[in-house]
Antibody, heavy 119, light 111 residues
Framework: QVQLQESGPGLVKPSQTLSLTCSVS??????????WSWIRHPAGKELEWIGR???????IYNPSLASRVTISLDTSKNQFSLTLSSAIAADTAVYYC???????????WGQGTPVTVSS | QSALTQPASVSGSPGQSITISCTGT?????????VSWYQHHPGKAPKLMIY???NRPSDISNRFSGSKSGNTASLTISGLQAEDEADYYC???????????FGPGTKVTVL
C-alpha cells in the first residue's frame, strides 16, 4: 500500500519561502509509471493543483504559481519537495502531496499539512 | 479554468441512495472521461472512490457508482451507511494547463 506523508513548517512569514517535503513509502518515486504532484486547499475555496514532477525531473506548474514554485525529487530519500517563494497570506492552505497515474488520475494522497502565512 | 460546481451538502437516511452532482464545462468534464471522486474524512488522506467517470478501485464498495451526462458527472451512494459521512470532491482532467480542476466539495450527512 502506497503512503504519502507531508512535512514542513506550519507557519511561514510573509515574503519568506514555504518549503514542504513529501515522504513516499510502499513504492519507489523512481518508477517511471507515475508523476508526483502537489495540491493545496485554501479554507473556503476549491482545491488548487500546484504542479507535478516526473522521475526524469521534468516539471509542469500551474501558470498562476509558476513564477514562485519549484518541485524537486530526492530519489535517495524517496521524497519530493515543494518550495514556494515570496509567500503571501493567500498561500495559507492545507497542502497535499499526491501520486499521479497516467497524467490524469490522482490515486494516492497524503493526509495534508496546514500552512499559515502570517507575521 | 473555472472550478467545478458541487452542491454544498447532501443528506440521507441509512439505507437510502443519494447522488452528488459535479458540473463543469465542455472543456473539462464534457471533453474528457477523466472525472474522479474522492472521499475525505477530516485529518485523513483523501481516498479515491471513482476514476474515469465510472470505474471503481478494487477496494471500494459497489455501493459507490459514477456516471456522466454532458458536462455533469455524478456520484451515487446506495445503501447509505454511517461511515459514508464525509466530504466528497470531484476533479476533472482539462487537457490544458492547469491540467486539473476540482469541485468545492459536498458534505454528506447520514441522518
Amino acid at each position: 500500500q502506497v503512503q504519502l506523508q507531508e512535512s514542513g513548517p506550519g507557519l511561514v512569514k510573509p515574503s519568506q519561502t514555504l518549503s514542504l517535503t513529501c515522504s513516499v513509502s510502499g513504492g519507489s518515486i523512481n518508477s517511471g509509471d507515475y508523476y508526483w504532484s502537489w495540491i493545496r486547499h485554501p479554507a473556503g475555496k476549491e482545491l488548487e493543483w500546484i504542479g507535478r514532477i516526473w522521475t526524469s525531473g521534468a516539471t509542469i506548474y500551474n501558470p498562476s504559481l509558476a513564477s514562485r514554485v519549484t518541485i524537486s525529487l530526492d530519489t535517495s530519500k524517496n521524497q519530493f519537495s515543494l518550495t514556494l517563494s515570496s509567500a503571501i497570506a493567500a498561500d495559507t492552505a492545507v497542502y497535499y502531496c499526491a501520486r499521479l497515474v497516467d497524467v490524469r488520475l490522482f490515486d494516492y494522497w497524503g493526509q495534508g499539512t496546514p500552512v499559515t502565512v502570517s507575521s | 479554468q473555472s472550478a467545478l460546481t458541487q452542491p454544498a451538502s447532501v443528506s440521507g437516511s441509512p439505507g437510502q441512495s443519494i447522488t452528488i452532482s459535479c458540473t463543469g464545462t465542455s472543456s473539462d468534464v464534457g471533453a474528457y472521461n477523466y472525472v474522479s471522486w474522492y472521499q475525505h474524512h477530516p485529518g485523513k488522506a483523501p481516498k479515491l472512490m471513482i476514476y474515469a467517470v465510472t470505474n471503481r478501485p478494487s477496494d471500494i464498495s459497489n455501493r459507490f457508482s459514477g456516471s456522466k451526462s454532458g458536462n455533469t458527472a455524478s456520484l451515487t451512494i446506495s445503501g447509505l451507511q454511517a461511515e459514508d459521512e464525509a466530504d466528497y470532491y470531484c476533479t476533472s482532467y482539462t487537457g490544458i494547463n492547469p491540467y486539473y480542476v476540482f469541485g468545492p466539495g459536498t458534505k454528506v450527512t447520514v441522518l
